[in-house]
């Protein structure tokens, strides 16, 4: 499956962005999702999770209540709306796909390139 993300970019403080995740090559709905975050020097951490029919979302503790995961199968796409943002939400974000919902999962079946999140104070 491949997979292409966007909607990064540069915020203040406090405000939004919604990022997504368009997915093509394969069935969707065969995969559970999933967002990563890598900050310069420090280790790709998974951000959030959702299972294939969206029944079931993980959040790492520092973004729940902020970020929501969701995702819309007939669009193919799966999406990340990071609300309140922080500076310490600022990294590279990556969307990825593995048939298995494991929320902890350390390497995904495939991964999209990066996109690109500041949050400026």
């Known amino acids: 499956v491949q997979l292409q993300a966007s909607g990064g970019g540069l915020v203040q403080a406090g405000g939004s962005l919604r990022l997504s995740c368009a997915a093509s090559?394969?069935?969707?709905?065969?995969?559970?999702m999933y967002w990563f975050r890598q900050a310069p020097g420090k280790e790709r951490d998974p951000v959030a999770a959702?299972?294939?029919?969206?029944?079931?979302?993980f959040y790492i503790d520092s973004v729940k209540g902020r970020f929501t995961i969701s995702r819309d199968n007939a669009k193919n796409t799966v999406y990340l709306q990071m609300n309140n943002l922080k500076p310490e939400d600022t990294a590279a974000y990556y969307c990825?796909?593995?048939?298995?919902?494991?929320?902890?999962?350390?390497?995904?079946?495939?991964w999209g390139q990066g996109t690109q999140v500041t949050v400026s104070s």
């Open positions: 990825a796909a593995d048939t298995r919902f494991a929320p902890r999962i350390a390497t995904p079946d495939y």
């Open positions: 090559g394969r069935t969707f709905t065969s995969y559970s």
């Open positions: 959702i299972s294939w029919r969206g029944r079931s979302t």
